[in-house]
């Protein structure tokens, strides 16, 4: 029986959060134990390039996202781990599939929208991103795409995408589905009304972080007047999240934690949790660490990961364009 499809893209935005690792590559890591899965895991360094960026500095994050997903558990050794700019096939499928798009689909996505809210400069990159988005996924026929909710949309638009070029130039894409982490989304410790982001830095666990900021930042992390460990999200936001933070780093339920911790209050469940985070922190900065010394080697990682990938684009892309009339 033929293995399944995964694939996903990791944007290098700044330093990843416990958010970002919840969020994304722990599940990626987590599907490498599966056997039945052939994954393509890929640092989405064009899709990075749709804010205002300094060039050195993009360079940088670039590299430094690369070495998080590496220390974090993402394994060349299991996964076809590449960059995306290193696959030139990926932006001409885009083209092709810019071509049977319309700007209505693009104008309803919700990202775009909210981007430009928040002050982006409108450019047609941000504008056009699903497209590409749709181009990294179909080259490898993925069969399943792992995401949030924020992306749901996206890959909806993969799915019609894929399903516009199969009527008018005859079977040629999968539609894919989404797998969706059981993680809760990880919210600001300091304002658990907003998603955990660097842009607030208080708020904010870096898998960077010392154990002693680790601790102050816990520790000062917002909860309520209750004096009970209890999960609610929609009633208790702040303390729900603490829990959701424990329980996906301890591998247990939120029931669970709140049993765990049933007649004690913040103060011990706070010098719990910042101990779990700092013992499960501490290997993926070792490893970390290690990394960062010779970007010879994780380059040479990523090298070879785009040896194992462009072929299989390639083939893709060359059948899309003898489908639609390119000689």
Not at 11 to 38: C, F, R, T, W
Request: glycine share 6%; aromatic share 8%; net charge positive.
């Amino acid at each position: 029986m033929a293995k399944k499809v995964v694939v996903s893209g990791l944007k290098p935005s700044g330093e990843l959060h416990i958010g970002n690792y919840l969020g994304a590559i722990k599940q990626l890591v987590e599907l490498q134990n599966k056997s039945d899965y052939k994954r393509f895991y890929f640092i989405a360094d064009y899709h990075a390039l749709t804010q205002n960026y300094n060039a050195k500095d993009k360079s940088k994050e670039i590299f430094n996202m690369i070495v998080d997903s590496l220390a974090a558990g993402i394994d060349p050794k299991k996964s076809v781990f590449f960059l995306q700019s290193h696959i030139s096939a990926h932006n001409n499928l885009a083209w092709i599939f810019d071509t049977i798009t319309s700007t209505g689909e693009l104008s309803r996505m919700i990202e775009f929208k909210e981007k430009v809210a928040e002050g982006h400069v409108p450019n047609a990159g941000l504008y056009a991103y699903p497209v590409l988005m749709a181009a990294d996924i179909l080259i490898y026929n993925a069969d399943f795409v792992p995401v949030g909710d924020d992306q749901r949309q996206h890959v909806e638009l993969t799915r019609t995408i894929a399903r516009t070029f199969n009527t008018r130039f005859g079977k040629t894409f999968k539609e894919p589905k989404t797998l969706n982490a059981e993680t809760s989304r990880i919210m600001s410790l300091s304002d658990p009304a907003k998603k955990m982001s660097k842009s607030i830095q208080g708020g904010c666990l870096f898998l960077s972080d010392s154990p002693k900021t680790i601790k102050k930042k816990v520790m000062s992390a917002q909860t309520d007047s209750e004096r009970t460990i209890g999960f609610d999200p929609a009633k208790r936001p702040a303390v729900s999240n603490l829990v959701s933070i424990f329980a996906a780093f301890a591998g247990i339920s939120p029931q669970k934690v709140v049993k765990k911790f049933e007649g004690k209050g913040y103060v011990d469940f706070k010098k719990e949790l910042a101990t779990l985070l700092i013992e499960k922190l501490k290997p993926i900065q070792k490893k970390r660490a290690e990394l960062m010394k010779n970007k010879k080697k994780v380059m040479k990682i990523m090298e070879d990961g785009a040896e194992k990938a462009r072929p299989i684009a390639e083939k893709t892309l060359n059948e899309a364009k003898k489908k639609i009339g390119l000689i």
